[in-house]
Every structure is written in structure tokens, then in C-alpha cells.
């Protein structure tokens, strides 16, 4: 039970990062390298030349054959590839609910031992905004993409308890460079918090299968990770530093508004019509 | 606000049942027909000729076209149909969640107003046997079979919060002319029983959205509907009519057996392999 | 800490009923007769000539002078008095929000232990009818009669954690000779099943401060009394043998109907106007 | 949805401050002034005369008509009118039980959209300063004053399910300029931590209707308002700040009185008496 | 998976009661029987000579040597041995913690699976007759005998958590012939329902670390088995039969007395002194 | 209720810490001393000489008659006696079960109030790392020792529902100079915080039976004290500062690694053997 210090260099051999030609899978690129030797960068469209410490591979996720080879020598995934928009059922169906079958076969074939997986705060969006939501809260998805969502929650869940593969689901609020509207004031997650988090899950000795709401330290939030304290995840940003642009003069959508009733927003405007 | 009896013949003008050429398809088939006009049975084999008050329609789930022509002018869904056994994903996923997609675009545009759908145990399957679950447990399913049930009935949770469609979510333990091993003591539900949940599914003035347990009143039981009682269903059957078949003095799986632990059963044997 | 049987004739000297002249009233008039040597009636209304072992006493609750004399020399009280419709908010509260101040102050000054408090569903009516409820849900009042009751509920409460006096609120749900309509399917409460719980409220050994659901052993319910099983009260009579009432042929308010979706039925139609 | 900052001036055109000429009354006169174009102040006494941008308004909150043309034009009310400490119980009734359902009349007559309804600590007094109360609580009044508080809550509860009026209630603890005595180093709530949280309180997009606990940030506290968080109220303030006047060295009742062991600390000795 | 019937003759080789020559292992001495080839007896105290299909050994539990001995070749325990009354401190703890220390580990080198460990419902006494308790309810000791049972339970939880060694807690109620007060009428336990139930807890497939109340379907009671309904125990008797010996009219402790107060009854009044 | 500060000196006369030569004995010798006139220090052990302001009593907690001696004029106990590894259970008996019985006994005699009981989180050490506990959590002992700490913890709880004796139970991490290993990161409490604990615990107006874990502010932590925030206990040190002793790069058990599933750490490699 002596705990040396005794491993050198980088803490993973090989890190995959699917989507990573996507919005947050550009921002994660350079931001995760210190975590491993190479980390493997996939995408459903080119992503160009792999730079050092990297290698790229362009892969459709719905494609059994070619995600087993993807998950081959990988000790850790962060999947935040897929359908990230509300689309019809069965493209989202095909990336999102085959797409992450697909993974988990193939990481499982593969030995990797943990799962960062990019969810969603549209799995739990018919909830409202005056309801506080924990990692034991319902399930409420507001679109197919929601839905698919928590479909990839449910995979990873049953791959923990057949197989002990540890998954921790991130339920991303609104990952952008500043709030683009008073919702995201209560979603907002900085870019440095979005890494951090993706540290702490990767790094915190046990995580079993666990379910954290990515969010910064905001003033008004609608979720709380008390449950999940293990993870050690201090968010250092928050929306007030943007209050200003949402002055309490202005004007915002009606408290009646579906998108302020529910916590989805406008996602609950989009998707099979009223 | 009086309430004359005014109405009069059969309740509703048309029901769907669904997989009316499985198990308890064939078994429901004669057991609804009092309770609408006409009875519209599918299957993705053929049925051959319709009885009277029959409606018969050969059709793939996975085909949304022909979903949407299955639904029109039917009031009320008895959705039995998809795959009940534990198999690959992707044949799962083409009957179980693109068929269940196609089904509610299909009954929301054809104005569908209740539906029961027959979710399985095996969405819970991997909570222990020393559990008290009720509709408000989360979700551990324990294949792709029960993975693809907890997404049928999040896909009915999205209807009802987004059009207010009502679905009543039917985990139906272990339906059959009687228990076939000492699990089934548990889960066992009679046909009788089954036809009275869904008769109390269809009829209750408000259901929402509800999760209820099908299982007879058994002695040692794993769920409780006691959250759920505005169905109004009482079982009538009990498998202690059948204790005789599992005495004491047998031998049975031991106490750390992966199906005695675990709800699911044998079906934890089956889907991918440790 | 022997427990002789030492006591003779009626447990109690003198059992107050207030409302003696109203529906339930004239119900218990002679079914409370048992457990008292003397019952003392009220209400507002003239109530003619008392019969053998009765006392009578016209009074306004709302006069304080007269209801303190009104409860001198009395042991237990069975509160049916007050407003039990809804109506504007001045009379209900001079009734049931004056008289209770007062009834309480009155029985405190006379030493009296026991109160059973004719509550109501309305003091929960804009709860559900698919959620079940228990002792601990929050009220939700569905009127000005339902506010007024859940204030009766609190002032009891309060005169339980000052002064140590037991009262058993009994939220009584429809109890009439037999349902009116098929919300009352749920809500039904037979005249002998109303005696027998106050019968328990009574004689239960300690009641502290008790919520009660005042419903027969019906079929489908919204309620469930499992937290205050110490009072012993089993229904004796459901409204199943009322069923062929309300047979499922027969049309009902839609599901989506205010008097559907709430569990307060037609009261969430009177009182101010939307 | 864009969410274009179009508005000018103030957020509101005239809010409403009820008993404007109380100790807290006439802490916020001012300080609620940047919100409206217009204050509305009243109180049953005399104010002498409005200054710039005020309107004064004498009025006794029992009589209805005096409060419907009060709430005329009026956006949202901050309701610090009534009695706020002991009596009896008749007075209490006239000013806090009477007035706030001519208030809540009134204002969904004139379309106001938003309360915030100054409640009291009084409402949950009963609970002892060993528990942790939240927003889900059960309430226990420990005087009439309490019992009056309770009932706005429940008028207001009551508004909310049927007209959507939107309330949100501050169970207000001890807002003085310091801590008088070692029981508020608990309850204390800075005069700039309430006016924050009432700003809070009329700005967040949607409130539903909300219970929240008004304290500052003090080290000991018995409430967590962990559930009401997307009100973004962060106090500012603390009571460890007046630390200093309460050492440990010093006397103070014992931890069996009765104000050690309830909340409601010194309400419990007022009130019909032991 | 198939299940079939092969074993022949009892169930179990050898089952050990501990405390054979107590009130209730003289009632289960002959009725475990059916259960096991041969049956153990113990106790401290001469029983005399062993019947057909038993073996008797007089044993002191604080004697860890001749407890492992007992162990030996025991397939399952029914631990009813030790002080079942309140004394002082030290010889309670010799009998029933030194005692079920040693027994445990004896069990666990004996390669012993299933233990039924008669715990009492004075491990929860302190609870008040006004609350409902289930198998999750804290733990409230009413006596040193309370806190032994206490600490048997958690004893057995460890050697679960550690070894996997199944254990059922029985919460013994009150096992007369009859109730012999008015507090018995909640607590009573049937003789055969004690049998039934602890054939329940040995024949249950699966156990992992049970408690559960021992009481018959008595009208009144404080205690819900509704979450161990794995176990499969229906009682068939009730006090109810006895109702005719506390009727409403006799005299009764007041609801006061600390003995009404609290579940643990006259255990309350024993113990060290007021 | 004026709380006028007129007591003069230090606030207790005499306060006892048992084990005052073990580990955290030494360190808290002299930090107590603001809090009382006398300290008095005792252990099994030989402590020299008293210092001023001291009295030192050489003392084997299984002794009751001396134990008795030890209490007299004690107004608050320190308990941090007894054995605080694991051992073979007798030895932990003898100190940590009849210790504790003996000083319950002899403070109950002695008329002390207020005791702070040193617990330990191996009382909860059988609780998974992915888990948060708080107050209410069941206990679940990682080894006779901890058992002995859950004994202790339902001792002191007795004797608050029999005696009114209020007793802080203190769950202490892992209180050393630094984090001895990465599990110490979530368990680590500094020596600062423990005696600012141990303070709050002291001060509090009113603790009555309150269960609170010993940790800094920690970033990844498996406790909540938020249910007894009315200690005001505010954690100012963390185990952050040692963060640079674990590297993410270094190497730790692994995640199935009995110590890195389960609270207790290495305790589960101790006591009785696989």
C-alpha cells in the first residue's frame, strides 16, 4: 500500500478524441496533449496533417469494422464525436445511439478502462428552471438529439455494470466562448472549467459510473454536483464576469416563454413541430 | 361537469395491437376485442386471414412509411411488437428504436391519444434481487434488448412533455402459462392479470406518463407499484398457486450466482461476452 | 405498567360534534353515540330538541365568548363544523379560519386532549392525479375552502408542538352514500368507513399530530396511508361495488380536463374566475 | 429567440413596496428605487409626502376596495405590509390573513405578474436548531404571527396553480442592523444581502413560486436554500463579522431552553400562553 | 440455467439454533425440524438429552473456543442465543457482543452462508409510536440490550460487506401466545409467523444483509417490510384476534407516558435511572 | 432573553481528553487550553508531569470505578481514548466498547453535558468512494475497530434520547502533518481544522446528537457536512496544498483496487482475512 511516485512521462500511452474537428474538439486538441504520449484525433471529415503528438484518423462512427481499429492501443476516450444539433431520428440515430454502440464494442475489445462521454443538458431539458437537478434526477430529453443523449448514458451505464469500464457522462450546459443569451448565463461552462472537468474524470482515482453537469461556478444555476464530490472538479470561471451584457433593463423572452419554463430552451422549439 | 352515460357500443373505434403474432399477441388477440370497434392487428410476419372485427397488416416497424399508414384512424396503440430476446444491436436497433421512433411520428400525426407500450424488466435488470424498485428507480438495463426498452419509453416521456400523448410504460416481468424456474416466482404475471393491466392502462381517466410493474400478486417480489396506484390495477393471480413446483428441498442457482443476484436473470448471460 | 381493564361504561365523559347539523353531521349524529355518555352537538343552525344522552348548542364559531363556553366539561372533539363549499373569501374565513382560532383556544382553556379535524382533498387538489400522495406531501390548496383547511391543518399543528393537544386531521375525500361521478370512483368514503377511522383516531393510544386520507379501499387512489398505520384503520368498503356506474363505455371528462388532470376535480372550476 | 438588449430605462413601471413605513419599509425605500420608474409606497399609517419618483398610498390592507385601486397599474409588488410580531390572533387575521387575500384579488385584477412576499422564519419556528431545513420543508408556525405567514405562502401557492401569478416568498430571519443576541449570529441577514435578494427575486427570468431563506452568509446556519439556487442569490455579507460580540466565553441560555432549542427563539414565549 | 429438481431429502445437512432452551427456541425447536437433517441446539444452560435428529451442546458464546466448535459442519444459524432482557452493561456485552463476535467468526472458518439473527425491535425503541420505520430507518437503541442488538446487526453487515456471508436481521416484535398489553397489539408475532417468516429468510435464494420487522398483519403497527418483500414472508395471523381484551373502554397508560410515547415500551422505564 | 455577556474567564471549568498521550492527544494538549480553567488529561499510559492549568489521571477506560473517579467535575469531555487500529476484537472491546459504556455511565453521574466523541470514517469505511455520505447515511464498518466507533456513536445516542447528554460524534478523516497518500487527499483534515471542529462542537448553542465528518476543504471529498451546518464549522486548510505530492503522472492502485473502491482504504486489508 506504499503509494512511490515511481511512473515517468506522461500519464496515458494514447488518448482518443473523437469529434475532434468538431467545436469543443478544437478547443480540447492542443489542451489535453499534456495527458498522454500521442492522442488520436478522429472525425467524420478530414481533419488535415496530424501534428506531433498526434495521430488522425477520419472514421465513421456508424461503421463497426473501422471503430474497432479506432479503439486499438487507446487507454482513455473522450467521445464528444456525433450529432451535436437536433437533426430527423435516423441521422442522429446513426451517429449517436450505433455510433456510441459501436464505440463501446470496440472499447471494449480494446482494454480501455475509461470513458469521458460528451452528454448533454438536453437529456434533462423538459425539466424546468426552477427545478435543482442532481446526477440522480430523471432523465427528461427535449429532442432526438436529448434523447440520443441519454441513450449513451444507458450504454455506458450497462458496460459498467457488466464489464467495470468506468464512464463518466458530462452533461455539458453551454460550452462557448461567452453567454449568447440570459439561458446561458444559468448553462454557461468555460473552456479552461470544460478542461479541468475532463481532467479531474480522467484522473480521479475511481470513478465508477458517474453523471456531472458541466457548468462554471455561475450565480444562477439549475444543477448541483454535490453527489459527485469524488471527482474533485472546482470550476474557477463564471457567467457573472458577462452579467453586464444582461443587464436587469433589458428585455428577455416572457416567463412564460417555453424556452424560460423549460431548461432546454430553444431546443424545445426545434425537432418534430408543435 | 355531469357525467351522463351517454356513450354508447365499444369504448374506443380502433386499436393497434403490435406484434400481434408473438407471444402475447396471440394471447391478447381475443382478450381486447371487447374494448373496440375494431381490432387492427400487425406483425412483421404474416397472420394470415382477419376474424371478425379484425384488421390485419403485415409491417416492418423499421419502415416508417408503412408505420404511418398502420396508424391512421386508430385511437388507441397495444405496442407489442420489435424484438423480446436478447440479440445483436443492430437488429434490436431497427426494430426496437427506429421502430419505436417511427411509431409516435406516426401516432402523433395520426392524433393518437394512449398508448401502452410493453417495456420489459430487463430495463432494470441489473438491480439486485435484494432491491425494492418503483417507477421512480433509474434505470439499469441489462442487454441491448433492455437498453432498447428504457429508450422506447424515454421516447414516450418525450411525447408526453412534448404533446402531451399518454403512454402507460408496462415492465413486464415473466408473462407466461407459469413460472418456468424459482425466479419466476417473482416476476411471474398471469394472462389474466396482464389483460387487466391494460385494460386499467386504457381506461383510467389520466395516466401522463406512467410506469407501472406487470406482476401478479406474488408472495417474494422486487418491485412495488404502489406509486402508480391510479391505474387502478389489482392483480387477481398469484404464483404461490405453483410453489409446489420449487419446494425447499431443490437445488437451485446459489446465492452468488450472477442471475440470483441480479433481476435480469439469464439474461445477463447473453449479449456481449465477459 | 400493568394494564388492568378497570374502566367502565363509555371511554369518554363528553364528545363535542361542531357541524352537527350538516351532511356528515346527521351521519354521526347516532354512530359516536357509543363513546361518549354524553355527545354534544353544534351548529349554527337550529338543531330542535336534544334526544336521550345528547347536549345541544346553537353557536357561531366565529364568536369566541360562546365557544369557549361550548367546549367547557368536553374530552374530545369532532370538528365538522364550519364552511364546506367553496365561497367567497370572508365568510370562509370567519368559519373556518375565525372558528378555528377560536375552537383551539376554547379547547386549550378547557383541557381538552383530542381533535379530530375534518380536513379535505382540497387542501391538496392541485396535486395530480397521476402523483401519490402521503402524509408528508406539501399542500396544495384548490380554493379558498382548501386554504382555509390547510390553515385548520396548521393551527392544529401548532397547538400540538406548544401545548402537546393531539389532533388527527383527516382529509376526507368524497363521502356521500355512494359516487357521484368517476373522479368519486377514486375518492370515495363510505359513511361506515368514516366512522371506523375516527373511531381509530380516537382510541389510538397516541396520535400526536396525524394526516389522514379519508378514503375506502377503492381501486384506484391517489392517497396512500401507509405512514400512519399506527391509527389501525382498515377500510372495510370500496367503491368497486359501485363499478357498474361507471362502466368503460361510458364518456368521461377528456384526460386533459382541469377536472382530470387535478386531483381537486370540480372545485378547480369555482372560486375566482380565470 | 435572439435575445437583443432593445429595452431602456427602468426594468419596471411602478412597483408596489407595502408597509413602506416599517423598519424594513424604510430600509428599501431607496434602495429599490434604480427598478422602477415609479414606487408605489403604502402603509396604514401616515408617510407625509412621496418624494421624486414615489407614489404614497395610506391604506389598510383588510379593505378590499382601498386595495384593489392600490394594486391598480402596478408591474410587482414587494408585500412588507401586516402585523410583524405577536398578538392576538383577531388582528393578526384582519392584517395578514385578510389583507394578503385582498391583495392577491387585487393584483390578478390589475395583471401584476410578480410577488415577493415577505414570509418569516416565524412559518418554520417549530424546527429545532439541530435540523436543516430546505425549500421542501414542512412548515411549523410557532405563533399566530407564524400561522399568518404560513397562510400567505399557501394564498400565494394557490395563485401561482391557478393563474401562474408568479410569488416568490423570503422567509426573512433577522435583518437588523447587527446581531442582538447569539441566536441571530444564525438567522442574521444584512439590509444589502435582502435588498439583493430581492433583486434577484423580481429579475430572474422565471420564479414559478419559490421559498427561499433570507440570511447572509453566516458560518452557523439551519437553511439551505441549495434547491431555490436559480435565483443567483450569492449574500454578500455575514455575521461573523459581529463574531467579536459573542465570545465563547460569554453566558447565554442554556442548550435546553426553549430558544436554543426551537428556531423561532423568542416567539416561542409570546403567544397563548404555556 | 435449467433449474431442476434433483436434490432429495431436507434442505439444509445441519442447521444450529443458538439459545435452544430460551422462550422462543423452545418454541422452534420441533417446528425447524422439517428444515435440516440434523438440528444443533445450544445453550448455555443443561437441556438435557438430544431427541432424534438433534444434537444439543451446552455452550457460553464468550467463549470463543467453543463456539468454533459449535460451528462446525453448520450449513445456516438461527442466532437466538444470549440476554434477551435488560441487565447492567457487562454481561450483556459477554452474551451478546463478545458472543455474536465469536460466533461470527466461528461461522465464517466454518464456511457458514446464511445466518438468522434474532435482533429486537428495542434496536429501534427510541422511535416514537407516531412514526413508520422501514428497513432503512436509523437505528435508535432503547436499552443496553437495544445496543447489542445494534451492534449484532452491524456485525453482520461487516462479515456481508467482507465475505459475502448473507445474514437476515429479524426486528422480534412481541412472540407470545398472546399480546399481553395494549403496545403489544402493534407488536405482536404469531408463532407461526415467526416459523414462516424465518423459513422465508433461510429459504430465500438470495438474502445479501436483510432486516426485517417480526410482526403478524396486525392492524396497528409502526413498522413496514415493504422494501424486504424479496423475502416472500405473508403473515396469516394478527392481533386483531385479541382485540376483545384491550376494548375501547378500558384504561390505558395516557398518551404522555413515556411508555406510549415511544415504540420501545416498558424497556424505557429499565436501564440506568432517570 | 437578554443575553447580556456577563460571565468572566474561560468558558468550561474542567474539561476532560481522554487519550491525551496518542497521536492527536499531543497535538490538541495545548490548544485546548483557551477553553478551560483546568485540563484534564488522562491515558492508559504514563503522561509525566502536569503543567499548569493541567491535571493529569492515569486511567484504563475498562475500569468503570476509576473512569467514575475521572469524571467527577468534568464539564465536557474530550473522548479520544481507547484503541484507534485495528486489533483482534477483545483488546478493541475492553477500550472502545466497555470504555465507552463506562464513561457514559460515569458522565451521565457526573452531570456532564457535552461531549465530543472522537468516531472515525472506517465507522462508514464499507461506503464505495463514488458515494457521498452525509449525517443520515448508514453506517458500514470497514473492521472491528470501526464497528467499535459505530458502537460508540449509538452509546452517546442513547444517552441523549434516555438523558438529554448531547454528544458531537466527530468522523475523522485522516488528521496528519500532510496527506500520506493519495486517498488522504479526499480524507485529509489538518490539525487547525480539527481544533476549529472541536471548538464549534464545544460552542454551539445546541448540538443535541450530531454526526459530523472530520475533513478540510478538500476538493475531491466523499462527505457532506451540509446537514449540520449549525455547528458553523468552516474548514480553512485543504489538501490542496499537497496536491503536487500526487501528480497525475504518478502511479496509484488501480481502480478496482480494494482500497481505491471503498472509503475505508487500507483498513480492508486489516482485521479478520479473506
Known sequence: MTQAVQKVGKPFKRILLTGAAGGLGKVLRDRIKPWADVVRLSDVVDMGEAREGEEIVQCDLADKETVIKLL?????VLHFGGVSTEKPFEPIMQANILGVANLYEALHKAGTKRVIFASSNHAIGYHRTTEMLDANSPTRPDSYYGLSKVFGEQMSRYYYDRFGIETVCVRIGSSFPEPANKRMMSTYLSYDDLTELLRCALFAPRVGHTIVYGMSDNDSVWWDNRLVAHLGFKP???????????PDSA??????????IYQGGKFLLDGPQY
Chains 1, 2, 3, 4, 5, 6 share one sequence.
Open 72 to 76: 486499438e492501443g487507446v487507454d482513455a
Open 251 to 260: 428585455e428577455f423572452p416572457a416567463p412564460d416563454d417555453v424556452t424560460t
Open 236 to 246: 474557477k470561471d463564471s457567467s457573472r464576469t458577462f452579467a453586464h451584457l444582461f
